[in-house]
C-alpha cells in the first residue's frame, strides 16, 4: 500500500507568517525521511481549487495565529472532507481565544493567574488611566499584558512599573482590539507537549524556558542563543507529574485533537499555574515541541507520521 501523501499548509498572512514557513519547512523534511510524500502548500487564494484539484490523503496545519489557530483553515478543510491533524474547527475556536481556555480551564479546579480582559473601547470611554490604575490596584505589579488571541507572544509585555503601562498597552493593543492583563507569576516556565496515541493524550517531557532577557517573548522565542532550554526541565518528579497532568487535562477539557502545547509556569510554592494552549506549536529549531519528542526518545516524523495515518484511518 502506497504511503499517504501530505499537503503541509504553512505561511498564512498572519504575523506569524515567518514562524509558520519555517515550521512548514521543518516538518516537510521530517515527514519525507520517514517515507511519506510531502508538499508544501501556502494557504492564499489558490487554496481551495488545489485542495479539490490535488485533493491530499491529508493535510497538515502548520500555521500559527490567525486563521491557522482560529478555526476558519479547519472549517475549510471538514467542508471539503480533507482528513487533517490538528484540532476541530470548532474546538479551535474555543481554545484559541485566551480568556475563554482560562476560564474553562479554572472552572475544572486547574489554578491559572488572576486576569482581566477589556477592549480597547472600554479604556476610550471610561479614561484610559483611570481604568489603568484599577487594573494595577487589582493585578499589582509586575503584571504582564497580552492580546486575547495569537500566538507567538506577539505583543505580549510585562509591565514592572505603572509609569510603562500606558505605552505597553498600546503596543499590545497593535496586535488586537482586547487586551488580557494578568497577574504576573515569578517561578519557573514550562512547556508541555501532548500528543495522542493508542492509549489517549499523554504529556511529553515537560521544557524548561530560561530567556535571557528574562521574558519570554518574540525575539527569545526564535533567535537562536538568547534562551535556555532543559529538556527534560529541572523538576520533581512531583512536579512533573503536575505539570503533565494539567497539560493532559486542558487538551481534554478544550476538545483537542492529534497535538497541542500548554505553557505554564510553576510558582515558588508548586503551584503549577495554567498560562495558554497552544493548538498548532511552533516545530523551528528553537521551538520547545521537537525538543520534547527528543526527550522523550522519539522524533518529530516518528511523531507526525503517526498522527497522519491516524488522521487517515480517521477520515474528513
Known amino acids: 500500500m502506497a504511503e499517504p501523501?501530505?499537503?503541509?499548509?504553512?505561511g498564512g498572512l498572519s504575523h506569524e507568517r515567518d514562524v509558520s514557513l519555517r515550521s512548514g519547512r521543518r516538518l516537510s523534511v521530517a515527514l519525507r525521511e520517514q517515507g511519506l510524500s510531502v508538499d508544501e502548500w501556502d494557504t492564499d487564494a489558490s487554496l481551495v481549487a488545489r485542495?479539490?484539484?490535488?485533493?491530499?490523503?491529508a493535510a497538515v496545519v502548520a500555521l500559527h495565529g490567525g486563521e491557522g489557530e482560529n478555526g476558519s483553515i479547519q472549517t475549510v478543510l471538514e467542508m471539503l472532507g480533507v482528513p487533517f491533524?490538528?484540532?476541530?474547527s470548532w474546538a479551535c475556536r474555543r481554545a484559541f481565544d485566551k480568556p475563554i481556555a482560562k476560564a474553562l480551564v479554572a472552572q475544572s479546579d486547574f489554578a491559572t493567574p488572576e486576569w482581566f480582559v477589556l477592549p480597547h473601547s472600554t479604556f476610550r470611554e471610561l479614561g484610559a488611566q483611570a481604568?489603568?490604575?484599577?487594573?494595577?490596584?487589582?493585578?499589582?505589579l509586575p503584571m504582564i499584558l497580552k492580546p486575547d488571541q495569537g500566538g507567538s507572544a506577539l505583543g505580549t509585555q510585562v509591565v514592572r512599573d505603572a509609569a510603562e503601562l500606558p505605552a505597553a498597552m498600546v503596543g499590545c493593543f497593535a496586535y488586537g482590539d482586547t487586551v488580557l492583563a494578568?497577574?504576573?507569576?515569578?517561578?519557573?516556565?514550562?512547556?508541555v507537549t501532548v500528543v495522542e496515541r493508542d492509549g489517549g493524550p499523554q504529556a511529553l517531557p515537560a521544557v524548561e524556558i530560561v530567556p535571557e532577557s528574562g521574558v519570554y517573548d518574540y525575539t527569545a522565542r526564535y533567535t537562536a542563543g538568547l534562551t535556555d532550554f532543559f529538556s527534560p526541565a529541572r523538576l520533581t518528579?512531583?512536579?512533573?507529574?503536575?505539570?503533565?497532568?494539567?497539560?493532559?487535562?486542558?487538551?481534554?477539557?478544550?476538545?483537542?485533537?492529534?497535538?497541542?502545547?500548554t505553557d505554564a509556569v510553576v510558582a515558588a510554592d508548586g503551584t503549577v499555574h495554567f498560562l495558554e494552549v497552544n493548538l498548532s506549536p511552533g516545530l523551528t529549531e528553537t521551538s520547545t515541541v521537537p525538543m520534547a519528542m527528543e526527550a522523550a526518545g522519539t522524533s518529530l516524523?516518528?511523531?507526525?507520521?503517526?498522527?497522519?495515518?491516524?488522521?487517515?484511518q480517521r477520515g474528513s
Open 5 to 10: 501523501t501530505v499537503a503541509v499548509l504553512a
Open 51 to 57: 485542495l479539490r484539484d490535488e485533493r491530499p490523503d
Open 85 to 88: 491533524v490538528g484540532t476541530s
Open 131 to 140: 481604568v489603568l490604575d484599577a487594573m494595577v490596584e487589582r493585578l499589582g
Open 182 to 191: 494578568e497577574r504576573f507569576i515569578d517561578g519557573v516556565e514550562v512547556a
Open 237 to 261: 518528579p512531583e512536579t512533573e507529574k503536575a505539570v503533565g497532568e494539567l497539560a493532559v487535562g486542558a487538551h481534554r477539557l478544550l476538545g483537542l485533537r492529534d497535538i497541542s502545547r
Open 301 to 312: 516524523g516518528a511523531v507526525f507520521a503517526d498522527l497522519v495515518a491516524r488522521a487517515v
